[in-house]
């Protein structure tokens, strides 16, 4: 049966992995909305291979370049945060959102709300909005699919069981491309470095929070926000090969574990199939050329992103959406070169220190929040810099 698929964040890794699995299945899916942001001419290539309906970018002095790039195609252009709440909300069977940062909220909000099917890999709305999204989803009826590969994989190892037999979700992480850093190595490390992940290839913001562990710090919330066991039955093991993607301990102690190759494809085909499977051409898992897999704790000495995140999860209210916004500015600005490597947590953990963020009620209060803590880890990289 043909469905209509809509994919924000869709010149992006996660965006373009979807793509590549659809293209594959021309006569299953039909494109209604792809959404970028500056990559103007990507996204117009993109839209015109799959023949969508619309392309929008949320950048509206990119609109010019974005309409003259489609013309003759039949694809409609549109720009501006308005222009992506109103594709979110013409009613595609199945919505990818792969947005990074905060910026991906309002549109997934509008999905949600319309009561459609999500699949989430944009895990920093979900960080900053959880309560308020899943409420959301809750109230319209919609379905939520995680695409992140732990929930995913958790989602699979649950299979529709009760949260009540869950005795312990484990979160597995590969601990990035710093694993076994010192402290003093990390702080000489240089962007490149940071975003040259092990296991994963990916966008360079989650690479550097892979780097942090802040990856694994967003994700316990995440996790916190769609399995509601409580935070003390959610834990983290690092697991350098990235083959178990996570598990699911049962109150029987009977333990359920997801595997695969690390290839976003296959979380991805799990969400765009759901409830049925899909072939993909993902390498098959082979155990025995990988011969062991290991295990550590992680350590929140050397990755301090992982302490601030567990606290943050526990305050709850906007603070993890203060906790995302301060690093996403200190991600950019280290990017950028304008930070040193170890300033990253140091930034976020300045802002949570300073800015108590009143309890959220709307999405307005979030981005209020979100808008606050941005200014003050401006202001705190400023005297950092200076
Ligand atoms: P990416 O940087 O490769 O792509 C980001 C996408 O978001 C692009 O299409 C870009 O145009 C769009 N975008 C950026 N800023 C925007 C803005 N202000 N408004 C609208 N669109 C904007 O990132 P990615 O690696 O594909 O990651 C996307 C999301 O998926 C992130 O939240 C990330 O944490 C999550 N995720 C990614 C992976 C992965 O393997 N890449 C795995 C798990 C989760
Ligand atoms: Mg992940």
């Not at 959102?97 to 309002?106: E, F, H, P």
């Not at 992480?173 to 994963?200: D, K, L």
Request: charged residues 20%; aromatic residues 4%.
């Amino acid at each position: 049966m043909m469905r209509t698929v809509s994919i924000f964040g869709a010149t992006g890794s996660v965006g373009r992995s979807t793509i590549d699995l659809i293209a594959r299945n021309p006569d299953d899916f039909r494109i209604l909305a792809l959404a970028g942001n500056n990559d103007v001419d990507g996204l117009a290539q993109m839209a015109r291979d799959v023949g969508a309906q619309v392309a929008v970018t949320a950048n509206p002095a990119n609109y010019g370049a974005l309409k003259a790039a489609l013309v003759g195609s039949g694809v409609e252009a549109a720009a501006g945060e308005q222009a992506l709440v109103d594709a979110a909300q013409m009613g595609a069977d199945w919505t990818m959102a792969s947005i990074v940062g905060c910026a991906g909220l309002k549109p997934t909000m509008a999905a949600l709300k319309a009561g459609r099917t999500v699949a989430l890999a944009n895990k920093e709305s979900l960080v900053s909005a959880g309560g308020l999204m899943m409420d959301a989803a809750r109230r319209s009826g919609a379905t939520l699919l995680p695409v992140d590969s732990e929930h995913n994989a958790i989602f699979q190892c649950l299979a529709g069981s009760n949260l009540d037999d869950v005795a312990r979700i484990t979160l597995t992480a590969s601990g990035g491309p710093f694993r076994t850093c010192t402290r003093a190595e990390m702080a000489a490390m240089t962007p490149a470095q940071a975003v040259a992940h092990p296991n994963w290839s990916m966008g360079a913001k989650i690479s550097v929070d892979s780097a942090t562990m802040m990856n694994k710090g967003l994700e316990l919330i995440e996790a916190a926000h769609l399995f509601p066991v409580g935070l003390d039955r959610i834990e983290i093991l690092v697991h350098p090969q990235s083959v178990i993607h996570s598990m699911v301990e049962y109150r029987d102690r009977s333990t359920l574990a997801q595997l695969g190759s690390p290839d976003m494809r296959i979380p991805i085909a799990h969400a765009l199939a759901w409830p049925q499977r899909m072939a993909t051409p993902c390498q098959p898992l082979d155990l025995a050329r990988i011969g062991r897999l290991d295990f550590e704790a992680p350590d929140e000495e050397r990755f301090p992103a992982l302490r601030l995140a567990r606290a943050a999860a526990a305050q709850g209210g906007a603070t993890p959406a203060v906790m995302n916004a301060a690093n996403e500015v200190a991600v950019a600005a280290f990017l950028n070169g304008a930070i040193g490597f170890l300033d990253i947590a140091m930034i976020v953990e300045d802002v949570l220190n300073r800015y108590n963020a009143p309890v959220p009620t709307a999405i307005d209060d979030i981005l209020a929040a979100d808008a606050q803590a941005r200014a003050m880890a401006g202001h705190v990289m400023e005297r950092l810099t200076a």
